[in-house]
C-alpha cells in the first residue's frame, strides 16, 4: 500500500479526540545519542510503555578525532529491540511507525548504494580545525570571521560554519583534501540520522537542521533549500547532498532486509525524523513561539522555537532551520553542565555512577556565606562567549573548604553559567521570560540542580521527560500518521501537561543568587580578560 494510503488509512481508524486501538497502536522512537541510542515504545497517549537502551563504541585518537562505525548504530537498534520482543511478544504485529531522532553534524561519506565509504566523523571531531579557520578567516575580521564573508552566510543561512572546524562544512573540505579517493567514491554526504533512515528505506534524504548546520542551506523564509552559492563558496557540488525532507513525512517503508533485521513488518512507514535539539524542543512540550526550555545532560542548552530568524553575533547564538515546517529554532549551546557537575564530584571524592550523582549533591549541605565561586569552563565554552581555550575556574578557596564546598560551588556554578547565557536569550524580542520554563535532560533528574535553577533564574522550572524527552519528543512527529493528534505539535502540547515536578524559586536563595551572580559577573570578566 503507498505510504500516503497508509497515513490517510491510521487517520481514518483513529480520529482526533478518540482513540481506537487498532492492530498497530504502538510507535517505535529511537534516539541515537554519542555512546547510544534510547529506544522507546510510546502509545496513543505519548507516554512510554517499554524503553531499551544499547550502546556502541566511540573512537578517539589524537588530533582530534572522533569516529564510529555506523554499522555499529543499525546493530545496537536491532539489539535493542530484540530485546524490546521479549517484553512485548507482539511489538512486530502492533508496530505502526518507526522514527528516529539523532545527534547532529556527523559526515559519512556514501557509495550510491548508501555503504559507508570510512567511518563518521562525528560532531566531536575537531581535526578539520585549520580548515575552519581558513574558510571563515581572513582580513577585515570581526569575531574572528572575515567580514565579507561572515555578511554573505549571515544574509543566507542566518549563521557560518564554526571556526572549531567542528561543522560539517570543514569536514567535507577535509575528506576531499586528506582523502581524495574516498571523496572521489563518495556519491552522498550523509548525517547520521540519514545514513540511518537510508539503511532503513532505501531513500535518501536529510532533515533541514542537518542542512542549515553544513552551512550550504538557504534559510531565508520562501527560499528554503540548498544554496548554489554557498556550494560554490565551499567548493562541494551539491549533486552530493540529499534532499530535504520535513520530519514528520513519511519517507517511505522498511525494506525487506531492515525488516528482517530489526524483526518488524516490511509495511511499517519511517518518517524523515529529526535532530536530538528538534526533539527535545517538542519532548519539552514548549513549543509556542517564544516559549523557552533547557535541555541539560552533558552538556546543556537554552532554546526554543521562533517566529522568525534570530541571530546575536556578539553572543554565538542563533536560530537554526528545525528540521518540522522549517520553524525557526533557537539555540544557545554551552560546554558543560553534567559533565562538570561529575567533575566536581569526582575530585571530592565521591562516586558518580548510578544514583550516587544525585546523591552527593542531596547531601552537600546548606550554602554558606563564603562558599567559593566555580566558573565551569572545563572544555572551553560556546555562549555568551565563544572561545574552546577557556578553562575552569575556582575563586575564594580557603582552607576551611571541604568536599561538600566544593560540590555546591560547581552546582551553583553550572547554574550561574546557564543563568549568564540565559540573561542574553532573554533579551531578544519575541523570548518570553513570564510562567514555569521547561527543563529536559538527565541532569533535570537530579532535585538539587532542578531547584538551584529555579532559584538562579528566579522563575518556576517544570521537569517532564528529563531522560527521555528526546524518546517522546520524536514520536510526537508519528502523531499524526498514527492518528493520535494532528499535528505534532499538538501533540507536544500533551506531553507539556505530563510534568513530573516542578520547582518554585526560594526567595531567600534567589536574593542569595542574585548577589552572589553579581559579584561573579566581576570575576569573570576579568577571567575572560586574561584570555
Known sequence: MPANDISAERRHEAPIGKVIVTERDLVISADFGTSGVKIGIVDHSLKLISRATATYPLSLAKGGIAEQAPDDWWAALARGLS????????????????????????????????????????????????????????????????????????????GAPAKNGMDPTAKFLWIAQNEPEIYARTRWFLDVKDWLVHRATGRFTTSAESANLSWLMDTRPGREGWSQTLANVVGIPLEKMPEIVDAAEIVGTLTPQAAAELGLRADVPVLGGASDVTAAALGSGEVSDGALHISAATSAWIAGFMPS??????????????????????????????????????????????????????????PEIDDPYFLPWLAGERVPVDNDALRGVFHGLALHHDDRAIRRATLEGVALNLRWSYSKVCKEKPVKTDGPIGMVGGVSANPAFAQTIADALNREVRVGGSRHAGVLGAATLAAPVMGWAETPWKAAEVLRANTNAHYV?????????????????KIRKHILRSY
Not at 330 to 342: F, M, V
Not at 505 to 521: C, E, G, I
Open 83 to 158: 530485546d524490546l520482543r521479549h517484553e512485548i511478544p507482539n511489538l512486530m504485529e502492533r508496530t505502526g511507525a518507526l522514527v528516529m531522532s539523532t545527534q547532529l553534524c556527523g559526515v559519512i561519506c556514501a557509495d550510491e548504494t548508501g555503504h559507508a565509504l570510512r567511518p563518521c566523523l562525528t560532531w566531536l571531531d575537531k581535526r578539520a580545525a585549520p580548515i575552519g579557520r581558513a574558510l571563515t578567516g581572513g582580513f577585515p575580521e570581526v569575531h574572528g570571521y572575515q567580514i565579507f564573508k561572515l555578511a554573505r552566510w549571515l544574509r543566507i543561512a542566518n
Open 505 to 521: 524559586p526560594n526567595p531567600a536563595r534567589v536574593a542569595d543568587l542574585d548577589r552572589r551572580a553579581t559579584h561573579l559577573a
Open 309 to 366: 530568524r534570530l541571530l546575536s553575533v556578539a553572543h554565538s547564538y542563533a536560530t537554526i532551520t528545525s528540521a518540522l515546517n522549517y520553524r525557526p529554532l533557537l539555540i544557545a549551546s554551552q560546554e558543560n553542565a553534567g559533565s562538570a557537575l561529575e567533575w566536581g564530584v569526582r575530585i571530592s571524592g565521591g562516586r558518580v555512577d548510578g544514583e550516587a550523582l544525585a546523591h552527593a549533591f542531596a547531601d552537600m549541605g546548606p
